[in-house]
């Protein structure tokens, strides 16, 4: 009867909903304190306690209730699932699901993917926050600079995807290009300027890119052959991994410098963005760093504000100057929230599935770990690998999850 | 000391620049779809939205009138006369009568054509066109112009889109749809964790330091793994794909944050007001009620906004729990995204719903920035 006043049946819900859940608390208490244990009669300072003690439960009960069936239970399952055929009528198949995601290059493409987007938009978002941050902090229009670069927050991923979409735009040769990219990109003519910032400046930033990739790899590697480092078991496979995926990065950031300078690039053509693989990649992550960088900086922008004035005063009087400040005392006081915002920023990354099945749903070799499942679920109907691929991005997830779970303990104590 | 107070003002004009900058950097894209959404399909197609702003040359082509009914006798030739722009008027910059060449000719001048064929176009858009009687029958002779016209907008796409488009082009039944999803799914998880935050900040029970632990496990739990195992649920127990589903999805998902932010907030209210209470008497749900509510209201605000914000913005619980085959409750997001589909290369549609769909949010957050900054810096786990 409501359903063709979905606005009136809303409502109506609000009420119940509300009016439920308080109603609930109340009579709950009401029948806990007159009825079950009431603080009268013979018994009573006996049943005081007993209610004080049932009391917490009534009032976690709806709470804990979503958190279990919606959240926890989820998690069993999934994983159950992801052992099971639908075709089969959910007969039991070992890891067959898996073996089977794993012979799939679309699923290696979204591994792969993923890996990159958690790379490259947890760092870019962080540097650029960082940068706003702190280039606002002292200047008298600084809150007006924020709230603007915070503003993007508000945007949907869908409602982002239309703006970059209009962004990344081709019209056909002849006609005028209403994309900016296109627009400015056949300004470009491959004279000396077009080559300093499309070639000297990517290369420059993409060896940069490849020596930090390798002294970090090389701080965890040297482990395995130093003396005197820490040679726990539970370290060998840790340091092999972070090994390998700096090997596989430095690759594709060689492959693609190669590529930079030898195939040359088509000026004059208008291009399609979205369709020139890896490179399409970076221009949908474009769209999560537009998103995210206003996060970043607000919470680091609070941080910068909580450094002790002292530490910095003591700089000045040292000689420090500005660079010297930033890099040797402010980003040191702050690593604690950087790393808090490099892993929230990380958790959204590994969840990212409005922007590329807006933009490109996986097309082109874009594919991510969560359009990829979507794609299983719902379109391909296997709830089989759907699953296998959730546990995966649960898996990513876990190692967040423990350092989380960890240091709010730690907190606590 | 004159050269560091140099030196100074130098780095500090570089900060204001680079700013700047990024500011517009960042505004950029948003204000494209501004603009775009107030241009009609051909300004956007012929143009980019940035040069909407300035005066533009835009090429458009006429027909002279039908020679058959207005075609006078002049001497042994017919003449048509008329104004190629019916009350409408550019400024023409140029013209042509063949597609080849469609700015062969300045206003005011004559276009000779084959076997003493003629047209001449005056600036004001009044053409005079000569030729015998073969040449003058059939259709208008065709004129090219290139005019310059000066930044024009619209509300057309808004109205279309709003109120007399038809079909997909009409976002008013999504954007209801969207009101019902998110008011509902903003308000419920707040009453309900509001209560578990309460009883985890200052209830004493065996296993309160576990669920803590687990809520902030929660916060990390990816949607996705919630998907299969609900949606066969809501299918197993009858709810099915729809608003009542959608509603408990939301209020689910949202309730680690609301607990986790409710919780830190409520545990640095002052003990000394909850102990004074208890000592007069007051029950657990009056101090609840009374007393620690109203003091919440800052993280109730926090998390009201983000969980708005979340619910507003989603697609993918929409489109699992909520939208089913006949899309009768199609929410905004799903239906950009199937505009997208269809519609890709109409952007007068498809910018004007993307922003009908960002405004509300948008508002909200200018209005409630102080309590999602607050939100922000109380939720991101230490």
């Known amino acids: ?413 | 000391m004159a050269s560091i107070a140099g030196k100074k003002s130098a780095l500090t004009w570089a900060v204001h620049i680079s700013v700047a900058l990024l500011v517009l950097l960042w505004l950029f894209p948003t204000i494209g779809l501004f603009v775009s959404s107030f241009r009609t399909a051909d300004q956007i197609s012929s143009s980019g939205w940035w040069a909407s702003l300035f005066p533009a040359e835009q090429n458009e082509v006429y027909r002279a009138a039908d020679p058959d009914d207005n075609r006078v006798a002049d001497g042994d030739m017919f003449v048509v006369k008329g104004n190629i722009f019916e009350g409408d008027p550019r400024d023409i910059r140029s013209w042509g009568v063949s597609s080849r060449n469609v700015s062969a000719y300045q206003p005011g001048e004559t276009a000779e054509m084959k076997d003493g064929e003629s047209v001449t176009l005056q600036a004001d858009g009044s053409y005079v066109w000569r030729g015998n009687d073969k040449q003058l029958s059939g259709r208008g002779q065709r004129i090219f112009i290139t005019a310059t016209v000066p930044p024009e907008f619209t509300l057309g796409n808004y109205t279309t889109i709003l109120f007399s488009g038809s079909g997909q082009d009409n976002m008013a039944k999504a954007f209801f749809n969207t009101l019902t999803v998110t008011i509902p799914a903003t308000i419920i998880p707040i009453v309900v964790a509001a209560f578990a935050a309460y009883a985890l900040a200052w209830m004493e029970f065996p296993g309160r330091a576990l669920l803590i632990a687990a809520v902030v496990g929660f916060l990390v739990v990816p949607l996705q793994l919630a998907l299969i195992p609900l949606l066969r649920l809501h299918l197993g127990i009858g709810i099915g794909k729809g608003y009542l589903g959608v509603w408990l999805a939301h209020t689910a998902f949202g309730m680690p944050l609301a607990v986790y932010l409710l919780r830190n907030y409520m545990v640095g209210l002052p003990r000394d007001i909850i102990e004074n209470a208890k000592v007069d008497g007051a029950t657990d749900f009056q101090i609840f009620t009374r007393i620690i509510l109203p003091l919440s209201f800052p993280a109730l605000a926090s998390f009201a906004i983000f969980q708005f914000l979340w619910t507003w913005n989603d697609l993918l619980v929409a489109k699992v729990f909520l939208i089913d085959a006949t899309g009768s409750t199609t929410v905004m997001t799903n239906q950009i995204v199937e505009l997208l589909g269809t519609r890709g290369g109409n952007w007068e549609i498809l910018a004007t719903a993307a922003f009908v769909s960002i405004a509300v949010p948008l508002a909200v957050f200018f209005a409630m920035q102080r309590y999602l900054v607050r939100g922000l810096l109380a939720g991101s786990v230490k």
């Open chain 1, 1 to 413: 009867m409501f359903s063709n006043n979905s606005a009136l049946y809303g409502l109506t819900v609000i009420v119940i909903g509300v009016g439920g859940c308080l109603g609930y608390f109340f009579l709950s208490n009401l029948f806990l304190d007159k009825v079950l244990f009431p603080a009268s009669g013979p018994n009573a300072g006996r049943n005081i306690n007993r209610a004080n003690m049932i009391r917490p439960w009534l009032f976690l009960f709806p709470a804990l209730f979503a958190l279990v069936v919606y959240l926890a239970y989820p998690v069993f399952e999934t994983l159950r699932l992801s052992f099971t055929d639908r075709d089969q009528g959910g007969a039991f198949v070992g890891l067959a699901n898996y073996r089977q995601m794993m012979d799939e290059p679309k699923f290696w493409e979204a591994v792969q993917n993923n890996m990159l987007w958690l790379i490259v938009v947890p760092a870019i978002s962080t540097a650029f926050g960082l940068l706003v941050a702190q280039l606002t902090d002292r200047i008298r229009w600084g809150n007006l600079a924020k709230s603007l670069i915070f503003m993007p927050m508000a945007i949907s991923f869908v409602g982002a995807s239309v703006i970059f979409k209009l962004i990344y735009d081709t019209r056909p040769e002849e006609q005028n290009q209403i994309g900016i990219l296109n627009a400015i990109w056949l300004k470009l003519d491959g004279g000396i300027g077009s080559i300093l910032m499309l070639q000297v400046l990517p290369s420059i930033l993409l060896i940069g890119f490849v020596v930090i990739v390798a002294s970090v790899a090389w701080s965890f590697v040297r482990g395995i052959i130093a003396k005197g480092e820490d040679k726990s078991v539970w370290l060998l496979p840790l340091r092999l991994l972070v090994a390998g995926g700096a090997l596989w990065l430095i690759w594709v950031s060689i492959s693609s410098l190669l590529g930079l300078w030898i195939g040359g690039l088509p000026y004059g053509e208008a291009q399609t963005w979205l369709t020139i693989p890896l490179w399409n990649n970076f221009f949908l992550m474009v769209v999560l760093i537009w998103i995210q960088t206003g996060f970043a900086m607000v919470i680091l922008s609070a941080a910068l504000r909580g450094i002790p004035e002292e530490t910095v005063e003591a700089a000045i009087i040292d000689g420090a100057n500005p660079f010297q400040i930033f890099f040797k005392i402010k980003v040191p006081q702050i690593m604690g929230t950087i790393v808090v915002v490099w892993t929230t920023i990380t958790l959204t990354v590994l969840k990212v599935f409005d922007i590329v099945f807006a933009m490109t749903n996986g097309q082109w070799e874009t594919q991510v770990l969560a359009n990829y499942m979507y794609d299983k679920l719902f379109r391909a109907n296997d709830w089989g690998i759907g699953s296998a691929s959730a546990i995966v991005i649960m898996l990513l997830v876990t190692p967040i999850l423990v350092w989380n779970v960890y240091n709010a303990r730690k907190e606590m104590k």
